[in-house]
């Protein structure tokens, strides 16, 4: 393998690893204040032990795409460091993703209180995020909350009271999630059955979902500070 050649493999490895470091940093960050009960704990175990096999199967992706690298010539081996990276980026949810999948609406539901005034609820992170791990759970491979894209760096907390994703403000109800999924009516059915749509229903949350055909989500348009990439491409 000459010098281009290791130079090319190795900044796919570091960008394969810088892709795995953020992806662990960002999901294993403790909380400062643990309130959650025993159902969130569970959940969050999971969700942890998925994070890990899925680092797992990024390990074997990145080994065999040096071994198919080292047998091909050298036009090959610059044709398959491309196809991994355009892969990644997608994987990621760094590109546009066009497909037919799901479109979720939450709405708010009015009711008055004591006083006769009308209260308007809204979306806590809390109930984002659980609808985004029950949508993981049961089919959805790709989701943007509004214009914002979800993936494995989105971030949603809450911020002097509202819900923030990607860290920008959520904006207010209604809400459109947009879903793609391999088998969308296998969704739908999920979703319209699902135990989370009577929580959102206590919570005066209205949450419909309809099959949608050409949905195209945004990427996640978020820096990645990549400075130590542009530095070796230098």
């Not at 949810?93 to 809204?122: A, H, M």
């Not at 793609?180 to 296998?186: H, I, V």
Request: hydrophobic residues 35%; proline residues 5%.
């Amino acid at each position: 393998m000459n010098r281009q050649s290791m130079w090319m493999v190795s900044l796919v490895c570091l960008f394969v690893g810088f892709m795995v470091a953020v992806q662990f940093q960002t999901t294993a960050k403790p909380e400062v204040r643990d309130t959650r009960d025993e159902w969130e704990v569970r959940e969050a175990l999971k969700e942890q032990q998925d994070i890990q096999q899925e680092l797992l199967k990024k390990l074997s992706a990145v080994d065999k795409t040096i071994q198919s690298y080292e047998q091909k010539s050298s036009e090959d081996q610059i044709e398959i460091l491309k196809n991994s990276i355009e892969k990644l980026e997608e994987k990621v949810g760094l590109t546009e993703k066009r497909g037919n999948g799901v479109e979720i609406t939450i709405s708010p539901i009015f009711l008055e209180n004591f006083s006769g005034e009308q209260e308007y609820p809204s979306l806590s992170p809390q109930m984002l995020s659980r609808l985004i791990n029950e949508l993981n759970a049961f089919g959805a491979t790709d989701i943007a909350v509004g214009n914002e894209r979800i993936t494995s760096l989105s971030p949603i907390r809450n911020v002097n009271g509202s819900t923030y994703v990607n860290n920008r403000p959520l904006l207010p109800l209604p809400v459109s999630i947009q879903v793609l999924a391999d088998n969308a009516e296998k969704l739908k059915d999920y979703i319209n059955t699902s135990p989370s749509k009577d929580i959102f229903s206590i919570e005066n949350l209205d949450l419909t979902a309809e099959i949608k055909e050409g949905i195209t989500l945004p990427k996640y348009d978020d820096p990645l500070h990549l400075e130590k990439l542009e530095e070796i491409g230098e």
